[in-house]
């Protein structure tokens, strides 16, 4: 017999990008192990230079960057060090993007459109990622459009065990936005007991992005404290159109959970004036200290994605985390 053997252990890496640091060491820190040392930085022309201070060979790497503003910029980075990994021989990369950027760009609504959200998945297995880590993606089916494994995370137990702990002993219904939403909030329903779904029959204006109609509310919702539930808030104008609908047929109140906070202008004002009594959010994304306010709650979506870390690199079940459903 030819050749040599040898048993080598696996060594998992975490490497955080600059746009949501905090998320990064604070994931290291559940996992027991500390963020791989980086050097990163522009060039005058605004060109970005990433550059790991540690060998990486023969690594499990875990790539860990929040596609906030300025989106364009932290992608690229992203991109970048995926390149840089698979360059210095690390075994396997997941690209962990706990906010999916251009997810809502996942199909075309009128002719001479992109499929960004496809442009993304393509661009980021080009740079060698091999599997993909994200939370609450905005459609399910981009899951399809990365050729290789994706761990789609839910942020449902996390906000829902936030909303039983408060709101538990109200009579609740659970709302969503649009009628496109509704198997998520037949899932909320189900983690709340069996409390009554509701819907928003909007429709969006195609002549100005960001913007809908909310036509009328769907379901039985007076006297009930209503779970207004959505993947994001980005301007804000469409959950807090929903809100002020959901009041004006009689909801006794409305408490706003979303789990990415992307929170664009005019956000903050909207949620601030809004009839919501409560704004829940996940960490997914940075959120400025100037632009929290008194009905804001952040919770950590860190123990959520340390868990699914751990599970892929152990080659255990990350379906397992929310009872077969993701």
Known sequence: MTGMKKTTEKNLMVFSGRAHPELAEEVAGILGTDLVPTSAYEFANSEIYVRYEESVRGCDAFVLQSHTAPINEWIMEHLIMVDALKRASAKRITVVMPFYGYARQDK?????????????????????????ISVD???????????????????????????????????????????????????????????????????RRTDRPNETVANRVVGEVAGKVCILTDDMIDTGGTIVKAAEAL??????????????????????????????????????????????FDKLTILSIAPLVARAIREVFEDGSVTSMFDGHA
């Open 247 to 292: 009041v004006a047929e009689g909801a006794a109140g409305v408490v706003i959970a979303a789990t990415h906070a992307i929170l664009s202008d005019p956000a903050v004002d909207r949620l601030k004036n809004s009839p919501a009594v409560e704004v829940i959010v996940t960490n997914t994304l940075p959120i400025a200290p100037e632009r929290e």
């Open 137 to 203: 993606l905005h459609a399910d089916q981009i899951q399809g459009y990365f050729d290789g494994p994706v761990d789609h995370l839910m942020a449902l137990p996390i906000l829902t065990d936030h909303v039983k702990l408060k709101y538990g002993h109200e009579q609740l219904c659970v709302v969503s936005p649009d009628a496109g939403r509704i198997k998520v909030a037949e899932r909320w329903s189900a983690k709340l007991g069996g409390a009554p779904l509701a819907f928003i029959h909007k429709t």
């Open 108 to 132: 075309k609504h009128r002719g001479r459109e992109p499929i960004s959200a496809r442009l993304m998945a393509d661009l980021f297995k080009t740079a060698g990622a091999d599997r993909l």
